[in-house]
C-alpha cells in the first residue's frame, strides 16, 4: 500500500479508538459489515467511495483523513454566517475570483505555495462553474498537462480504470484519492460528488497562505459584496 494511504488508516483507526468506538460501530457508520471494516484496518482491502463519503457526511472529515490537516476557522467562516444560503454558492466563488487577483497579481512570498495555491484556485473556478460529472478529473490532467497514461502511472492505477473514472462510470477509492494529495496536492473536498464537496476547506487552506495586507483587502471587498447582496434581495 502507498505510504499516503497507510497514513489515512492510522488516522481512521486513531479517531475510532480516540472516540471510544468499536469496529462493528465504525462498521455501520461506514455502512459495512464489521467483518469488512476490519479488513480495512488490516489494509487487506481498501476503503470504498462509498463508505468514506457516508463517513465524511456523519462522522469524520474525509480531508481530514487524507490530509491530516483540520478544518480551519477563517473571517470567511464569519462572512458566510451572514449569506442566506441561497447565496452561499455565489459568495464563495466570489471568494475564489478576488483571491486568484491577488495570486496573479501579488501572490504569496512562498513560490510552492503560490503554484500550489494557484492550481488550487483553477481547479475550484473550473468545478464551480462546470457541474458537469467528474469534469474536475479532466481539470486536474489538464493543470497538470498529464495525458490518462501519465496521470494513472502517478497514481499507480491502470489506464482503463483511470478512464472509467473521469468518464464517471466508476468512483476513485480511499487510496486513490490519498495519492492524488499526495502527487498533486488536492484534497478530497475538490474530488468528492457535489453533495459531499467542502469548498470552504480549500478556500480556507489558499486564505491562510496570503499575507495579512492582502487578507484585510479581500476582506473589505466580500464585506461591500456581502451588502450589495443584501440590498439586492
Not at 499516503?4 to 462498521?27: C, P, T, V
Not at 490530509?67 to 476557522?73: R, V
Not at 487578507?215 to 456581502?226: H, P
Request: with cysteine.
Amino acid at each position: 500500500m502507498p505510504a499516503s494511504y497507510e497514513k489515512f488508516i492510522k488516522r481512521l483507526i486513531a479517531y475510532r479508538k480516540d472516540n471510544g468506538l468499536s469496529q462493528e460501530e465504525m462498521g455501520k457508520r461506514s455502512n459495512i459489515t464489521q467483518s469488512h471494516y476490519n479488513k480495512i484496518e488490516k489494509m487487506s482491502k481498501v476503503m470504498s467511495y462509498n463508505s468514506l463519503a457516508v463517513l465524511n457526511r456523519t462522522t469524520i472529515s474525509a480531508d481530514f483523513l487524507v490530509t491530516g490537516i483540520e478544518q480551519k476557522h477563517t473571517a470567511l467562516n464569519d462572512l458566510l454566517k451572514q449569506c442566506s444560503e441561497a447565496d452561499r454558492a455565489d459568495f464563495m466563488y466570489m471568494a475564489v475570483i478576488f483571491m486568484e487577483l491577488c495570486l496573479r497579481y501579488q501572490g504569496v512570498e512562498n513560490e510552492l505555495y503560490r503554484e500550489i495555491s494557484t492550481k488550487e484556485i483553477k481547479l475550484l473556478r473550473s468545478d464551480m462553474e462546470n457541474r458537469e460529472a467528474n469534469s474536475v478529473w479532466k481539470c486536474i490532467r489538464e493543470i497538470n498537462n498529464l495525458t490518462q497514461e501519465q496521470i494513472s502511472n502517478e497514481l499507480e492505477i491502470d489506464i482503463k480504470t483511470y478512464r472509467d473514472i473521469e468518464k464517471g462510470k466508476s468512483k476513485p477509492n480511499a487510496e486513490i484519492l490519498a495519492l492524488v494529495y499526495d502527487k498533486f496536492g488536492y484534497p478530497p473536498s475538490l474530488l468528492l460528488d457535489v453533495e459531499d464537496k467542502n469548498y470552504l476547506f480549500v478556500i480556507n487552506e489558499v486564505w491562510l497562505r496570503l499575507s495579512e495586507s492582502l487578507q484585510n483587502k479581500i476582506e473589505r471587498e466580500l464585506k461591500g459584496l456581502l451588502e450589495f447582496i443584501q440590498r439586492i434581495r
